[in-house]
């Protein structure tokens, strides 16, 4: 869908995107000065694979200090966004065949990032409490994929949640990727690691964080994983080939934007936004859709319209040339996804009354 709106723009087309998230925001100012200051410093042609030494270390304390993850230098690889840390994790931590859960609605990348690996994807829907009942009845999976804080629903997994899961690893034997890229994207709520616990390296717990939307940072590619030593190792082996380490200046953006923690003024910006178009919608029977306690994106359940929804995306963006994703594209036909952080209020009002207006026409 966010490929249809560039092609659009291309032909010089005015489209509202709502596909995806793309932050109105800059880079963070300090960021900005950081890749300013390396720009003018004698940087090495490649640095080490899994990262500059020094960012390595200072991930390595960010972990301890926001995460309390017990976490040293060698558990930690950086890597071009979560992205290129989720298909290593996964590729390391897994053979052809395997069994990995994911919990719907899901992220896209976590599904075709399994499909390029020849995994076998057993699809779960996520309940709005993880218990142990809810555990137990999986299937027996060399990896559970957790997304927390997660998109598209918000959903900030609680301390009780986060403990059911450590216990069902223990009992179970499977390994665990967490997607915690939205950790300080949090309006409501605290966001905890499932990797905070003294046993995380033999339960194999691999965190994934990045720089894309806590820092408004989508472009510059910066991401890292913290995972049981060996499989850094093994991650670092495969990055080597591929792309050998990330850029130096996306290094040195990244050390200066993980040092920052939240970023108050972003986030009260979207909380705003959040709470303007939840409530622009309210009134509209045929959606029904929460205020997210995280992230930049509304999930709007509109399975009492008589279409499914990727008609209703194709119709929206022939008609009105407003895009959304259709909630097949995240395991969820009936609903739909709408990055609510890219425009102005002005833009925000007209995208969402041209999606109430179409609605109407199927309610
Ligand atoms: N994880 C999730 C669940 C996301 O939705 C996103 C961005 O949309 C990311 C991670 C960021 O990925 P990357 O760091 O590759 O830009």
């Known amino acids: 869908m966010h490929e249809r709106v560039e092609l659009l723009k291309l032909r010089g087309e005015a ?9 109105h925001f800059p ?10 200051a ?19 270390d200072m991930l390595a304390a960010k972990l301890r200090r926001e995460n309390h993850i017990d976490a040293q230098a060698h558990h930690v690889i950086v890597t071009n966004g979560a992205k290129q840390a989720l298909y290593q994790s996964l590729y390391v931590m897994t053979d052809p065949g395997d069994t990995v859960i994911v919990l719907r609605p899901h992220w896209p990348a976590y599904v075709a ?19 142990a009942a809810f555990l137990d009845a999986l299937p027996v999976a060399k990896v559970l994929m957790l997304n927390n804080p997660h998109n598209p629903t918000g959903k900030v997994y609680t301390p009780a949640e986060l403990g059911a899961i450590r216990a069902w690893l223990r009992a179970r034997g499977s390994a665990c990727i967490v997607d915690e890229s939205y950790e300080k994207l949090v309006f409501d709520g605290e966001h905890h690691s499932l990797a905070a616990c003294p046993d995380w390296e033999t339960l194999g717990i691999t965190t994934i964080f990045s720089a894309s939307q806590s820092y408004a940072m989508m472009g510059w590619r910066a991401g890292f994983a913290c995972a049981p030593a060996v499989w850094i190792k ?13 850029p130096a200046l996306t290094q040195a953006a990244a050390a200066a934007a993980f040092a920052i923690g939240a970023v108050p003024e972003l986030l009260a910006d979207y909380r705003a936004r959040r709470d303007l178009v939840v409530g622009l919608f ?16 509304l999930w709007g359940d509109v399975s009492a319209l008589t279409v499914d929804t990727v008609a ?32 102005d209020e002005a833009t925000l009002r007209r995208g969402v009354a041209a999606i109430i207006a179409l609605g109407d026409r199927w309610a």
């Open 15 to 23: 489209v509202i995107d709502f596909s995806i998230a793309i932050s």
């Open 113 to 131: 990032t399994a499909q390029l690996l020849g995994l076998h994807i057993v699809l779960a829907d996520q309940p709005d409490v993880v218990d």
């Open 27 to 36: 880079a963070p100012a300090p960021v900005r000065a950081a890749v300013r």
């Open 312 to 343: 209703f995306a194709e119709t929206l963006i022939d008609d009105y040339r407003v895009a959304i994703m259709p909630g097949e594209a995240l395991g969820c036909p009936g609903f739909i996804r709408i990055g609510y952080i890219a425009d």
């Open 38 to 56: 390396a720009l003018d410093e004698p940087l090495l042609p490649y640095t080490a694979v899994g990262g500059l030494p020094a960012l390595r």
């Open 282 to 297: 309210a009134p509209v029977p045929w959606i029904a859709m929460a205020a997210p306690a995280s992230g930049p994106y």
């Open 234 to 246: 093994a991650m670092e082996a495969l990055q080597g080939p591929i792309t050998a380490a990330v």
